[in-house]
């Protein structure tokens, strides 16, 4: 019997991939550059569905089905090249390999390419949700030709988490949509985590709760609006108590985030974008400055504002007043996030549909959110849609929370609290909002100093002062 697909790089994901295919009843091929790691999988596993464990690239590709379908599942860069340089010419026009691996969507697009003209279809597709996603239905954000998901479709979706009996995977678009989508959700991601942690810390420093109480917050917060995976695993990790020192677990953590680099990603395409995208940037830079260890060690004695913790007064309703700041916050970040999308859309020929990526965000992945149904709701309603915040529903529900949300920022800056990412995004959107800024004098000073021209808000042109002279304008 040959095999309908077959998965290669059987490490974590690549094994339980394979899993997840069998056991949906899909005959797979299954092949590791250390074979032991086959044998292993199929020793243990085989029970589940049908293996074909392949030795060689050779045996592989042979054992396949044609049009031959191919996932790689291997470390992302140069490991990812040396797979397809393997495989590649083993393969015949309209054969397919699916890199599900966290490349960079340029990687994906020269991959593509080069693929392309060799008749061979290469799909970039994103996958979230870890080890018991790929085992258990995960994400699937699949890019390249639309010919290639009529056959990788089907049994995509078959693996992919469901929602409502929806699948969450669809084509994203050609060539590196599907890991431009993956990417900028690993940055809402950030974005995410980091809002979390800024309410905790100021639940922590303005209400004086321990984290067994934060994690009761959380815990209602999620009955609500903010019902998500992110905020369930939180109210988990707060309540945890460490087994050698019966201190709250959080409590015993070195306070310096790692991260891996698909934050930064996101950041450096939105620079290149001019795709403002603050919350991501702010919760990246946290992260940096978290583990900057020399620098905050040098600056511990620095002084901070003499209040410390709020009086009887402010302190009523605070922790309300925090998760309103949260979702507001939240709500920015992700408009920015999907702002970021349309731009790389326009950039790149994609056609995205935005309501789309919100759907298949909602199960599988690491942000998966109730929430996520108002953000394909509003897309639904208006694919052209500027910004989430001119959508009805996120309109009125910042609308309602800003005065908390300002309340909290405020607070936060009196009583000394770090919340770049609830302050960020406040600012972001008073100046979205704002009806005239300041960028008038920042013309006015380029102008001055580089003759770099302004144009007039009553008259059509670019224009130059003469500063160094009379001060006469002309026309440029
Ligand atoms: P790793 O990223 O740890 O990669 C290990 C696999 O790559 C092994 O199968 C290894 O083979 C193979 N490999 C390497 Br390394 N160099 C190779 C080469 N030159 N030629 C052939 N094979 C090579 O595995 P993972 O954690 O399962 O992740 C796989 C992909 O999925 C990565 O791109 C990752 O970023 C992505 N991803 C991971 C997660 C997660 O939660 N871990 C989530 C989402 C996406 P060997 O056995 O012979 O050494």
Redo the contacts with the bound molecule.
């Keep these: 019997e040959k095999a309908r697909i077959g998965v290669?790089?059987?490490?974590?994901?690549?094994?339980?991939l394979a899993r997840n295919l069998a056991r949906h009843g899909h005959a797979v091929a299954v092949h590791?550059?250390?074979f032991?790691?086959t044998k292993a999988l199929v020793e243990e596993f085989g029970h589940e569905g049908t293996f074909v464990a392949a030795e060689t690239a050779e045996e592989f590709v042979a054992s396949l089905e044609r049009p031959r379908r191919l996932v790689i599942?291997?470390?992302?860069?140069?490991?990812?090249d040396?797979?397809i340089e393997?495989f590649a010419p083993l393969l015949e026009p309209g054969d397919m390999i699916v890199?599900?691996?966290?490349?960079h969507f340029e990687d994906t697009r020269r991959r593509e390419q080069a693929l392309r003209e060799k008749g061979i279809h290469f799909v970039g597709a994103?996958?979230?949700?870890?080890?018991e996603?790929?085992l258990n239905g995960?994400s699937i954000m699949p890019g390249g030709s639309k010919e290639s998901y009529e056959a990788l479709g089907p049994l995509l979706e078959d693996i992919a988490a469901k929602v409502d009996g929806e699948p969450c995977c669809s084509h994203i678009g050609a060539d590196g949509a599907g890991h431009f989508v993956k990417m900028v959700h690993n940055g809402i991601e950030y974005a995410d985590m980091q809002l979390i942690a800024e309410a905790y810390d100021l639940l922590r420093g303005g209400l004086g709760l321990g984290a067994a109480e934060i994690s009761e917050v959380f815990r209602t917060w999620n009955a609500g609006r903010l019902d998500s995976y992110l905020i369930e695993i939180t109210t988990e990790v707060l309540a945890h108590t460490d087994a050698a020192t019966g201190k709250a677990f959080v409590d015993v953590v070195q306070d310096r985030a790692e991260q891996?680099g698909t934050g930064r990603w996101t950041v450096q395409t939105a620079l290149e974008l001019g795709v403002p995208v603050t919350g991501i940037a702010e919760a990246v830079f946290a992260r940096s400055l978290s583990g900057s260890a020399g620098l905050r060690e040098a600056a511990a004695g620095l002084p901070g504002p003499t209040v410390a913790k709020l009086g009887e007064e402010e302190a009523a309703g605070f922790a309300d007043a925090i998760e309103q700041a949260l979702y507001a916050s939240k709500i920015v970040a992700y408009a920015q996030g999907f702002n970021q999308i349309q731009a790389a859309a326009t950039e790149y020929g994609w056609d995205i549909d935005l309501g789309a990526v919100a759907a298949l965000w909602r199960g599988g992945c690491i942000i998966r959110a109730r929430f996520l149904n108002r953000i394909r709701d509003a897309f639904a309603a208006n694919p052209q849609l500027p910004t989430l915040l001119t959508d009805e529903y996120f309109r009125e529900a910042v609308a309602g929370a800003q005065d908390a949300w300002r309340r909290v920022v405020a607070t936060a800056v009196r009583l000394g609290v770090p919340t770049p990412g609830f302050s960020s995004a406040l600012a972001y959107y008073d100046a979205l909002r704002a009806e005239r800024l300041p960028a008038s004098l920042i013309q006015g000073q380029r102008d001055y100093f580089g003759a770099h021209t302004y144009r007039r808000t009553d008259r059509e042109g670019s224009f130059h002062t003469l500063w160094s002279g009379d001060r006469t304008e002309v026309e440029d």
């Design positions: 290669t790089g059987l490490a974590v994901m690549g094994r339980n590791n550059r250390t032991a790691k599942m291997v470390k992302a860069g140069a490991p990812t040396a797979v393997e890199d599900g691996g966290n490349a994103g996958i979230s949700g870890g080890e996603g790929a995960p891996k």
